[in-house]
Structures are given as C-alpha cells and as structure tokens.
C-alpha cells in the first residue's frame, strides 16, 4: 500500500473548519460548565477560580471567567502568536456566554435532583471532549489551558496530565466553599475532563494544524 507523502500529511484546517470547530468546542466546554454550576460543582483552571469567585460573591461566572482570563493573552501573543491568541479570545468570549444561556434551559429539567457525581462526570468528559477540540485547531479557553499548550509545545510534557496535577490544586483549595460530596465528585468530574485530553491530544499524533 502506498504511503502518503510528507506533504499530504500536514493538512491546514481552513478559516470554516476553524470557525466550526470554536463554536462545537466551546458549546462542549459551555455545557460541561453550566452542569457544573447547576450541581454546586467546581472544575480547575481559570474556570475554577471562576468558581470560587462566583460561589463567594455570586457574581456571573461568565464575567469572572472573562475578566481572569485577560491577563493570559499577553502570553499567548507572546509565546503562541496571533491567530492562536485570537481564536482563545474568541473561544474564552463564547464560553462566557454560552455557559450563561445553557443555565436557562438547564433549569427546565431540573439537573439539581441528579446525583453529583453522574453529572460530574458527563460535565467532565463534555468539557474534555470539547478541549480536545479546541486544542487540535489551535485554541484555547485561556490561563492555565495556555500554560499547559506552551509547555506541551516547548517541553513536550502532556498537557493533559499537566493541567491534571493543576486542577486538583485547584479543586482541594475549595474546601471552604463546596460540601465533601461535591468536592469529590468535582475530583472526579477533574479527572474526566483530564483523561479524555490525556487519551486524545498526544504531541506528534495529530498531524492537522
């Protein structure tokens, strides 16, 4: 059987892939989000600390989850160029407020009688899946997600099980705000988001840009 040439195997995604990749990833992203939030739940990353800060202040998470992300697009323009900071700004906005419209629709079908841990972890293999998504055309949802891109690129360390060990940080410094159940079934939720990116963005494997 022939193999393809070197120069079949890069293939670039174009201006629609991409666009339809952001809206897919961050709808995935937004929805995992929204359950989370529903259910008293808490996540790691820049999402995380959006959390905390809307848990303590009541504060819309979308707003938060903007606002801390602001300071990380330096880093991406700096380290990952314009077109990769471009699309995370695109992708951070989207999830701000898609996370927000998902909520409205949630509350029809009542998502708070569901157990803690099934909805963590469908929230968290949501959120995975969607990552990966982003992740394979060059985006991002900002802070840590691009702490982990950077370092995947440079060091060749898995972005996955990075921002595994950073969201676990994250989800045990909530102890004064959740309850033990939703604290371990955030661990969870955690650790689904994280295999699904673990299992699915390897460095080298996907040859698509």
Same mark, same amino acid.
């Not at 004064?176 to 673990?198: D, E, H, K, Q």
């Given at each position: 059987?022939?193999?393809?040439?070197?120069?079949?195997?890069?293939?670039?995604?174009?201006?629609?892939?991409?666009?339809? &990749?952001?809206?897919? *990833?961050? $709808?995935?992203?937004?929805?995992?989000?929204? @359950? %989370?939030?529903?259910?008293?739940? #808490?996540? !790691?990353?820049?999402?995380?600390?959006?959390?905390?800060?809307?848990?303590?202040?009541?504060?819309?998470?979308?707003?938060?989850?903007?606002?801390?992300?602001?300071?990380?697009?330096?880093?991406?323009?700096?380290?990952?160029?314009?077109?990769?900071?471009?699309?995370?700004?695109?992708?951070?906005?989207?999830?701000?407020?898609?996370?927000?419209?998902?909520?409205?629709?949630?509350?029809?079908?009542?998502?708070?009688?569901?157990?803690?841990?099934?909805? &963590?972890?469908?929230? *968290?293999? $949501?959120?995975?899946?969607?990552?990966?998504? @982003? %992740?394979?055309?060059?985006?991002? #949802?900002? !802070?840590?997600?691009?702490?982990?891109?950077?370092?995947?690129?440079?060091?060749?360390?898995?972005?996955?099980?990075?921002?595994?060990?950073?969201?676990?940080?994250?989800?045990?410094?909530?102890?004064?705000?959740?309850?033990?159940?939703?604290?371990?079934?955030?661990?969870?939720?955690?650790?689904?988001?994280?295999?699904?990116?673990?299992?699915?963005?390897?460095?080298?494997?996907?040859?698509?840009?």
């Amino acid at each position: 059987m022939t193999q393809p040439s070197p120069s079949k195997r890069f293939v670039p995604h174009s201006l629609v892939e991409d666009v339809l &990749a952001i809206v897919t *990833g961050t $709808l995935f992203v937004s929805l995992g989000i929204a @359950l %989370f939030n529903q259910a008293g739940l #808490l996540t !790691g990353g820049t999402a995380g600390l959006a959390f905390l800060i809307h848990y303590r202040t009541g504060l819309s998470f979308g707003l938060v989850f903007f606002l801390i992300n602001l300071p990380f697009y330096w880093l991406a323009w700096k380290r990952m160029g314009w077109k990769f900071t471009l699309k995370t700004f695109c992708s951070v906005a989207l999830v701000s407020t898609l996370s927000g419209f998902h909520a409205h629709f949630l509350q029809l079908i009542n998502v708070t009688q569901w157990t803690p841990f099934y909805i &963590a972890l469908i929230g *968290g293999l $949501l959120m995975g899946v969607g990552f990966v998504v @982003l %992740f394979r055309h060059q985006a991002s #949802l900002g !802070g840590i997600n691009i702490l982990a891109l950077y370092l995947q690129q440079t060091r060749g360390l898995r972005a996955g099980k990075l921002q595994m060990g950073l969201d676990i940080c994250i989800v045990l410094a909530s102890l004064t705000v959740v309850t033990p159940m939703a604290l371990a079934a955030s661990i969870l939720g955690a650790f689904a988001l994280n295999l699904a990116i673990s299992l699915n963005h390897r460095p080298g494997r996907y040859m698509s840009a």
